[in-house]
């Protein structure tokens, strides 16, 4: 019961309390004076009619003496009245029933009245003659009564609603500042943190309001350092200092994990940047000179391969960089080549080379048999042709003819066709505990794409897909086909769908997203939707927009694929997430590698600060899962615990 309605009650109780206690008062008191006054009534009846017949009683005139009785008692006001010789014979008699008319019989019963009898002796002389008895009417006493009670308790009636009225306004002006701060309090549950700036008058309400926001405070700046340390961690052990890219750690464990990872499936190109005689640069200018040609260096990679959208861009060590694409048929290599070739030529026209010979690229294709140390193997290769050619020049590794990946209209004419048919296959895996691996936390909804050689993991055909602008299609369908399947005794468990950067970005795909949720309410709050990490710096504003639509349908939003990017982390405070899937890169070396051990333990307060759950992916033996269970994350992913199974 609420605060307001508990203390509506005591002001209630409490003027039932003074109205029964004045009404039992009023009551009795009217009570023994109607009793007074009966008595009274009836004894002064008695001694003027014992006065007024005393001259016909001796005179022995019974016709006056009862035409006296009934001019009186025709009056109403008397319930009998008797006259009555020495003897006790009657000489005159009159009775008339009590009625209550107005009156209800359970007030009569409840309020007994006594009719005291009146008496007086008729005289003539010192001889008595007999005696008058008069009793009086209770039936006006009670009318009077029952209307004076009655009035009290509709007076009292109006007073209660008006007292209750005015306590109502006056309890909810009092309590304003309680109700904020209540929902201060959740607020904060909600890993919101806001500070009321109006202060109550009252005193105690005022220190409850200024706890609150210094509490408030403190834990938004607790949050706050703990999402600065985790991006310091992040950046000192993984980020180049010069350029901002990843550094040569992240680049290793980037391709160690894209080449070992069966869902990631990546079928793409590694290219190694390399300045030409960057040594002879830094002794003849300087290397703060040095430093800034790496930074436009990086700028100009950056910005050339960003319709590309690179798994990684790296900066390996003095002029050195490494950039990992996914697919690639021959004109989108060629594509890539001259861009790159691009970026180099235009360090020129910045005014940082002396000409336009700034350097040569080397690229190589990986077809799913290299491992990282001969992709890498072939890319130098490749780079090192480059290098005996003309400046800029760009040169491709030799590729297996019989595995040469599709080119672009090639992969339009599959997805196209398969979107189609309805043809994507969808699988299920499940995360679960790690230290309980029976304990199921959700099932995230894999996707499939059929091929001539067996069915194709989503991370080897949604890169292609998004540069073709079918990703939000391909969403669709699979939520479409997911919802047609759900039956109701999958209510039970939790499923995450992915969706792809390109649908966060796509205003018609969120509204088509929210109302397919509102046809399917019973499903909605079973249903989380992921989002990579690294696509969504690309609209904060859309995505907050669709937390909160999904939000307002019992829905739950996570991020997946977390820490691929290098995204500040102060935007996850606001998005109300259910879970982060933390990447693969970091998992992957996770028993040995303390700068990662360190980061995720980081990255679990934050998240556990947030109130929601941090998960690793990519669990692929024992020694990562021993490592997991050390770092106290709440789920696990990964063809160790649980393989993908069809729907």
């Not at 940082?352 to 690229?363: E, V, Y």
């Not at 130098?380 to 491709?396: I, P, Y």
């Not at 690294?534 to 669709?546: I, K, N, T």
């Not at 028993?591 to 998960?615: K, P, W």
Request: hydrophobic share 45%.
């Amino acid at each position: 019961m609420t605060l307001l309605r508990q203390l509506i009650l005591a002001i209630l109780t409490l003027l039932l309390l003074v109205f029964a206690s004045s009404i039992v008062i009023s009551v009795s008191n009217t009570r023994h004076y109607l009793d007074a006054q009966l008595q009274s009534h009836a004894q002064d009846a008695a001694t003027s009619l014992g006065l007024l017949l005393s001259t016909s009683a001796a005179e022995n005139d019974h016709a006056t003496m009862e035409s006296m009785v009934d001019a009186m008692f025709d009056s109403g006001y008397y319930r009998s009245i008797h006259i009555v010789d020495t003897a006790g014979k009657p000489l005159v008699s009159r009775e008339q029933p009590v009625r209550f008319d107005d009156v209800p019989a359970w007030f009569v019963r409840l309020i007994p009245l006594h009719t005291p009898l009146g008496e007086a002796m008729l005289m003539s002389g010192w001889r008595q003659l007999g005696r008058v008895q008069v009793t009086s009417n209770p039936g006006y006493a009670y009318l009077e009564m029952w209307r004076t009670t009655r009035d009290s308790v509709q007076l009292f009636a109006l007073v209660a609603l008006l007292a209750v009225g005015l306590s109502v306004l006056g309890i909810n002006i009092i309590l304003r500042p309680l109700r904020a701060v209540e929902a201060q309090a959740a607020a904060i549950a909600d890993r919101e943190f806001p500070v009321q700036e109006h202060l109550p008058r009252t005193r105690d309400l005022r220190r409850v309001v200024e706890a609150m926001n210094h509490m408030s405070r403190k834990v938004r700046q607790m949050l706050d350092e703990q999402i600065a340390l985790g991006e310091r961690l992040r950046e000192k052990a993984y980020r180049d200092p010069v350029t901002g890219l990843g550094n040569r750690a992240l680049f290793q464990r980037d391709l160690a994990h894209l080449l070992d990872s069966t869902e990631e499936h990546f079928r793409g190109v590694l290219a190694l940047v390399q300045l030409r005689d960057f040594r002879g640069y830094n002794e003849s200018r300087g290397y703060a000179a040095g430093d800034e040609l790496l930074r436009q260096t990086a700028a100009a990679i950056r910005e050339v391969t960003a319709d590309f959208r690179p798994h990684c861009l790296a900066r390996l060590g003095g002029a050195d960089f490494g950039l990992l694409f996914p697919h690639g048929g021959d004109d989108e290599i060629a594509a890539l080549g001259s861009a790159l070739s691009q970026a180099l030529a235009s360090l020129q026209e910045r005014g940082l080379m002396p000409d336009g010979d700034a350097g040569h690229i080397g690229l190589a294709v990986h077809d799913g048999t290299d491992s990282a140390s001969m992709l890498l193997s072939r890319a130098d290769t490749a780079l090192r042709q480059a290098q005996v050619s003309t400046g800029n020049a760009w040169q491709m590794a030799a590729t297996d003819v019989r595995r040469q990946p599709l080119p672009a209209t090639a992969w339009r004419t599959l997805l196209s066709a398969c979107l189609r048919d309805g043809k994507f296959a969808l699988f299920a895996q499940s995360v679960v505990r790690p230290n309980d691996p029976l304990k199921v936390l959700h099932t995230e909804i894999l996707v499939r794409l059929p091929t001539s050689e067996g069915l194709l993991p989503a991370g080897g055909f949604m890169p292609m897909a998004e540069r073709l602008g079918l990703a939000s299609a391909i969403d669709r369908a699979v939520i479409t086909a997911l919802l047609a399947r759900v039956r109701p005794s999958d209510m039970a468990r939790h499923l995450a769908v992915n969706l792809s950067p390109a649908s966060l970005c796509d205003p018609k795909f969120r509204s088509w997203l929210l109302e397919k949720l509102d046809q399917h309410p019973q499903v909605a709050p079973n249903l989380t939707f992921e989002l990579p990490e690294y696509g969504v710096a690309r609209d904060l504003p859309a995505l907050r927009e669709l937390a909160v639509g999904l939000a307002r349908r019992g829905s739950g939003l996570g991020l997946d694929h977390f820490g691929r990017g290098f995204n500040p982390l102060g935007y996850l405070a606001g998005l109300k997430l259910r879970h982060l899937k933390v990447d693969g890169r970091y998992i992957n070396a996770l028993a040995q590698d303390s700068d990662s051990r360190y980061f995720i333990s980081t990255l679990r307060e934050i998240a556990h600060g947030l109130d929601c759950q941090i998960i690793a992916e990519s669990v692929e033996n024992a020694a990562q899962l021993a490592a997991v269970v050390e770092l106290r994350m709440d789920g696990a992913q990964g063809y160790h615990l649980a393989m993908p199974r069809a729907l």
